[in-house]
């Protein structure tokens, strides 16, 4: 495996992204970031504001530029939006992953959502720019009547590529032995990039106790050609909140959101959901197929509730991208101990030797 990958990570001082204008200043989270051809970075990312196209929208993607990976300039517009219309697509669009098409252009996998009764699916756009995004028709996967969650796509070695994604598992380890739906990673393959097939059984399923006890929420996957000889997969995962406490509605899940006000106030309501007494963390694991894991540690965690730091209570849903001499920066969606999301980094490998 790629040394750098298991060392420490070196948390990076201040956010590299955070609500500053209408359009993101409720909540931000969910980076996907892309190397730029000519140089320099973009990163992809998920947001709510003020100013969103209609009432009840509940998210878009937005996109900021880098030259060096650190400081961003906040680009305008919006750079993909839910539709109305699209029942599948009508609320949110959510945790962007871009890769290059062999024509050239650029193909955008993200989770897509409508009303609470209608499971999330996985949608894409195309672009020849990376600013300016066309939808494409249909749905590139679902999950046969079950959620679909944070897509990361990785071009495979032999050419088509792997799309990771996050799905329930039923478990019969609820409350005196009820059933309970716990999100766990699945994969499906393409050669193509439109049309896609689940590859049997799950890549990584979430630990019954403890620090994954409320189940993963995104995997992002380096293969070999990029990680070292085996493969390496950086997992987000929501501790449970303590026995008897009651978590809030999350606008996503109540099926009566517009009546009772919640989707008028997303953003509010889903924080207070996410603060209840959840904590995230990020993980590593290798594996040398990409099918078959093994978990090898937290990576990045904050110090949990009432204490410092951007990501004190939750680290989720990062996004990779190799840096100068084989060194990698991490961008990922962090939660401080007031409710307040932003985007922050970690630097690892040579990046983060040349700063101990």
Request: proline share 8%.
């Amino acid at each position: 495996m790629n040394e750098s990958l298991s060392r420490q990570w070196r948390k990076e001082a201040g956010p590299r992204l955070q609500g500053s204008r209408p359009l993101d200043r409720f909540k931000v989270q969910a980076p996907g970031v892309v190397r730029l051809p000519s140089g320099g970075f973009r990163l992809f990312y998920t947001a709510v504001g003020p100013t969103r196209p209609f009432p009840t929208c509940q998210g878009y993607i937005l996109s900021a530029v880098s030259d060096d990976g650190v400081v961003f300039r906040k680009e305008r517009g919006i750079r993909l939006a839910p539709h109305p219309s699209l029942a599948h697509m009508s609320l949110r669009v959510l945790s962007p992953t871009v890769a290059r098409c062999d024509d050239g252009r650029w193909r955008m996998y993200f989770e897509s959502r409508g009303p609470a009764h209608r499971p999330r699916v996985v949608c894409s756009a195309i672009s020849s720019d990376l600013r300016r995004w066309e939808l494409e028709e249909g749905i590139r996967l679902e999950g046969g009547g079950n959620n679909l969650i944070g897509p990361r796509y990785v071009p495979l070695p032999g050419g088509g590529g792997r799309l990771y994604c996050i799905a329930p598992e039923v478990r019969a380890d609820g409350p005196e032995g009820t059933a309970r739906r716990t999100p766990t990673v699945v994969s499906a393959i393409t050669s193509d990039g439109l049309q896609f097939a689940f590859e049997p059984g799950h890549r990584l399923q979430a630990l019954k106790e403890n620090q994954e006890s409320a189940g993963i929420t995104a995997a992002e996957v380096l293969p070999p050609s990029r990680g070292g000889e085996a493969w390496t997969m950086f997992y987000s995962a929501w501790e449970d909140v303590p026995p008897g406490v009651v978590v809030p509605p999350h606008p996503s899940q109540d099926p009566n959101a517009e009546a009772n006000g919640l989707s008028a106030n997303f953003a509010a309501a889903s924080i207070a959901s996410d603060m209840a007494g959840f904590r995230s963390r990020i993980f590593v694991a290798h594996s040398s197929d990409g099918l078959t894991w093994t978990r090898s540690g937290c990576v990045i965690e904050g110090l949990g509730y009432g204490r410092e730091g951007l990501d004190a209570v939750h680290a989720e849903d990062m996004s990779l991208v190799e840096i100068a001499d084989g060194g990698f920066r991490m961008y990922y969606a962090a939660c401080d101990a007031s409710g307040n999301w932003r985007i922050a980094s970690a630097v690892t490998g040579v990046a983060q030797e040349n700063h101990s």
